[in-house]
């Protein structure tokens, strides 16, 4: 934890916009994106995650640490090489729409102070995925693995053909841009599109049918496609919608996406939306179990309340291949991502690991 981030930082942050979370959101990304600040924050971050025994090959695409950037941080696509220089080894952008759309009316980003934690019901604010290629353009190419988030404009998320229509249009736009796709079946804050897990298979057969078609036309091999599921599903449903990602080969799962729960969160803070940081902890770290008990050989990334190197280490152990971050890099560490990799290092030394893979037999 940064007591200078958190004491000092933050606070003058949310001084300075009003107290308005969604606000500091937009100010910080506003400087994210200009063009000196990549040098600045290279220079300024301590280590960037780039020790060999972190590297490893997923689906074909080459991690070179296991911490990634969640998504829901960089919407557009718009401040990617900044955030790489915070030590990721891979960053997913987006929820990315079709075709623009505003999200949710605001207020929409609680803080919930004292658990370090965000409740959000931005509801896929996107500025389509159209401008979400030029960006991409416009950008030099991240070094280390770019996703994108695919997610669906909110007036089609109750049908499925069009749900489904509306990952293929996006996916087919950026696939010449990115590393891998998410697909997110997950978000609480479009009503309908949770239902839609119901008919991943057909939806799964539909979206990789269509990642061989785009693959043949760019003459590359099938981009990698996630699934990102939530945590708040009934076991059943859940280990169902694992058993079906897990039919291919190319696939792999996103546990879990921000949560209608209130794990630990008292009374009064219970503005709608979705709950992200540690209270959801314990809930990924149950979610990545089971998806690893269903499916051994499946890729898992693991997503929720990971805030430092113990937590990373517990999900690794778990199942997880890799993690992801997101409201710990806001609320409490800018540089958790390079503290992260540092403490799985010395974890790693201690345990007599030589890669970050070894992790794997523990999961017997
Ligand atoms: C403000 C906000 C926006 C988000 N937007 C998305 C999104 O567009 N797509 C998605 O799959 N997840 C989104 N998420 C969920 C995160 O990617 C992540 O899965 C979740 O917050 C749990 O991780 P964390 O506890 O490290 O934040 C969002 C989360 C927050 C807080």
């Not at 915070?86 to 207020?107: I, R």
């Not at 229509?165 to 796709?181: G, I, K, T």
């Not at 971050?325 to 540089?335: A, E, G, L």
Request: neutral net charge; aromatic residues 10%; hydrophobic residues 40%.
């Amino acid at each position: 934890m940064s007591i200078w981030y958190q004491w000092g930082v933050r606070p003058s942050l949310y001084a300075l916009c009003g107290f308005d979370a969604e606000r500091v959101h937009h100010f910080v990304m506003y400087w994210l994106r200009q063009k000196w600040v990549p040098c600045v924050v290279r220079r300024v971050v301590p280590g960037r995650g780039h020790d060999i025994r972190l590297h490893q090959d997923i689906l074909g695409v080459e991690f070179p640490n296991p911490v990634g950037l969640a998504a829901g941080m960089d919407k557009n696509a718009i401040a990617l090489s900044t955030l790489e220089q915070f030590g990721f080894g891979s960053l997913e952008f987006g929820g990315v729409t079709p075709q623009p759309q505003k999200g949710n009316p605001k207020p929409r980003l609680f803080n919930v102070w004292e658990k370090s934690a965000l409740i959000n019901r931005m509801g896929f604010n996107s500025d389509g995925v159209e401008q979400v290629v030029q960006n991409l353009m416009s950008l030099p190419r991240p070094s280390v693995p770019i996703g994108a988030n695919l997610a669906v404009n909110k007036e089609r998320a109750h049908d499925p053909e069009q749900v489904c229509a509306d990952y293929v249009a996006s996916m087919e736009a950026l696939y010449y841009s990115v590393d891998y796709f998410v697909v997110n079946v997950s978000s609480l804050n479009t009503p309908g599109l949770r239902d839609q897990v119901a008919h991943l298979p057909g939806m799964l057969a539909y979206v990789h049918a269509q990642n061989v078609i785009c693959a043949d036309l760019w003459g590359v091999t099938p981009k990698p496609i996630f699934v990102k599921l939530s945590g708040d599903m009934q076991q059943c449903e859940f280990e169902t919608a694992v058993n079906a990602i897990s039919c291919y080969p190319n696939g792999g799962l996103v546990a879990i996406n921000a949560s209608s729960s209130r794990d630990g969160v008292r009374a009064r803070h219970v503005p709608q939306g979705a709950l992200s940081g540690p209270p959801i902890f314990k809930r990924m770290l149950h979610h990545v179990r089971i998806a690893r008990a269903c499916a051994p050989d499946m890729v898992i990334v693991a997503s929720g309340g990971i805030s430092n190197a113990q937590d990373a280490i517990e999900a690794l152990h778990a199942g997880a291949n890799v993690c992801q971050v997101y409201t710990s890099f806001v609320v409490q560490d800018p540089f958790v991502a390079s503290h992260i990799n540092a403490g799985v290092c010395r974890y790693m030394h201690h345990e007599r690991m030589s890669n970050i893979t070894d992790f794997q037999s523990y999961w017997t």
